[in-house]
């Protein structure tokens, strides 16, 4: 087939064909990656700035918008000023304008629900990071972000800080559904923020069952997808975000490389997900140093539910 000069091949035309995630009827396959902004008001509402902003997406032809990271408790979530939050009733109902946009364009939207942990540098409701270990992060924090200068060391979480951060992505995630009218959850365990530092094992140093091997390390991220499952039922498409890279260490690779990919997405597999989303600092790159495996190798070796 060819258009206006060039060839649309079978692969090419197939982005264009209906997708469904878990009862989420979508009339292309075409998305909007997350994509962190600070335009949020200085009590994390969502405005009519960022509606406009959203929207343009949905009226394009894009049929899947996943929204920017949105803090998920009134403690260490929130990372940047003028962050997205969604912590309460006000912050939940603020979202319907952006949604109501997108939905008014046959589109829809997934809310990515994030905790900054140590890699916080700006948080209204504490002075104070939490993270899996005090281990102060690699680089320096993002000046368009308003941060400035070395990220500061954080406090090592207790038992119940972990507890209390995975109930937060749970009353987050029911509100995101029940309150913003968002249509799925996007779990971010990412970049380097909390839950990919639990994963990570220069940052994780803990000792109990949070701490050590791979599956050990992983083990908070499936805690969270089990609470927000509970929390939004199985009718609701929930998937989670992960990398090797991070925002503060682009070229960073799991220690045991593809004997690690085994262990996080197989586990990741066995779990309520409908949706791996896999991101890295060259996404066309080979996923590991050494060999060529690909992070679509593990994508399709992922179960179906």
Known sequence: MTSRGFTVTHSA???????????????????VAPMTRVS?????????????????????GFALV????????????????????????QQ?????????RIHAHQGTMIA???????????????EQSAAPSAVRPKGEQMRFYYGEGHYHVPKAMSDEEIAEAIEGFAQAATRAIGQANFDGIEIHAANGYLLDQFLTDYTNQRADRWGGSTQNRIALTLEVVKAVRAAVGAAVPVGVR???????????KWANSEADAEVV?????????????????EAWQPAFDKGQAAWWRWQVALPRR
């Open 13 to 31: 035309r197939k982005i264009l064909t209906p997708h469904d995630i878990n009862g989420l009827q979508l009339r292309n396959r075409l998305a």
């Open 40 to 60: 949020a008001s200085e009590t994390g509402h969502a405005n009519a700035d960022m509606a406009r902003y959203y929207e343009r997406f949905a009226q394009g």
């Open 66 to 89: 996943i929204s920017e990271g949105i803090y998920t408790d009134q403690r260490y979530a929130q990372g940047y000023p003028c962050q997205p939050g969604i912590t309460d009733t």
């Open 92 to 100: 939940a109902m603020a979202w319907q304008a952006v949604t109501e």
């Open 112 to 126: 990515q629900l994030m905790h900054a942990g140590a890699l916080s540098q700006g948080n209204r409701f504490s």
């Open 242 to 252: 992960i990398s090797q890279g991070k925002v503060n260490d682009f070229g960073h």
């Open 265 to 281: 997405f197989g586990m990741l597999g066995d779990s309520a997900l409908d949706f791996v989303h896999v991101t890295e600092f």
